[in-house]
T-cell receptor, first 113, second 113 residues
Framework: GENVEQHPSTLSVQEGDSAVIKCTYSDSASNYFPWYKQELGKRPQLIIDIRSNVGEKKDQRIAVTLNKTAKHFSLHITETQPEDSAVYFCAAGGNNAGNMLTFGGGTRLMVKP | GAVVSQHPSRVICKSGTSVKIECRSLDFQATTMFWYRQFPKQSLMLMATSNEGSKATYEQGVEKDKFLINHASLTLSTLTVTSAHPEDSSFYIC?????????FGSGTRLTVV
């Protein structure tokens, strides 16, 4: 089955700095890679996703890069703000709605004002 | 994307009793739903894949006789935690896959006392 590793487990940055979270996956058949932000006791919220036919995707301060050859993908948050503080999860899965998602271990991001 | 409703949001039950959690896909016919469990400060771990009209597929280490899944219609899947024990206390969350990605229910915080 799929195995997703996520690093770092905690990340502390100063407001305005950039934050980078990295994930690797094992199953070359995976072709959908979402990133979620989860606040305590709440459901994961999709912040950005990328599919295997794309190498990079950007949405305002958030960007994701994908290297299918190396089986790794990264989340980049620029100009971080205190409200970005949360736990972030990467995941890997198939394009089919019947395919499950496998999650990374999570990164607790703390943005200091 | 799909709208997913999960109920109840919180439940406290006595050890030895059973608890039923409902996951409804409000605007999307879901032949497959996913059930995850999340312990404090940990990632989402897939418990089982719920298949409409057939038996659920359980992940390794998840007891199918303890965590009963029923997916009798295209809009409803239920997870019943039978003979609950304190170690079953966790955050349970369902998910529906669709063409645009995955939508999560709001989660159920189960506390077994």
């Amino acid at each position: 089955g799929e195995n997703v590793e996520q690093h770092p487990s905690t990340l502390s940055v100063q407001e305005g700095d950039s934050a980078v979270i990295k994930c690797t996956y094992s199953d070359s058949a995976s072709n959908y890679f979402p990133w979620y932000k989860q606040e305590l006791g709440k459901r994961p919220q999709l912040i950005i996703d990328i599919r295997s036919n794309v190498g990079e995707k950007k949405d305002q301060r958030i960007a994701v890069t994908l290297n299918k050859t190396a089986k790794h993908f990264s989340l980049h948050i620029t100009e971080t703000q205190p409200e970005d503080s949360a736990v972030y999860f990467c995941a890997a899965g198939g394009n089919n709605a019947g395919n499950m998602l496998t999650f990374g271990g999570g990164t607790r991001l703390m943005v200091k004002p | 994307g799909a709208v997913v409703s999960q109920h109840p949001s919180r439940v406290i039950c006595k050890s030895g009793t059973s608890v039923k959690i409902e996951c409804r896909s409000l605007d999307f016919q879901a032949t497959t739903m996913f059930w995850y469990r999340q312990f404090p400060k940990q990632s989402l771990m897939l418990m089982a894949t719920s298949n409409e009209g057939s038996k659920a597929t359980y992940e390794q280490g998840v007891e199918k006789d303890k965590f009963l899944i029923n997916h009798a219609s295209l809009t409803l899947s239920t997870l019943t935690v039978t003979s609950a024990h304190p170690e079953d206390s966790s955050f349970y969350i369902c998910s529906v896959g669709h063409g645009g990605g995955y939508t999560f229910g709001s989660g159920t915080r189960l506390t077994v006392v």
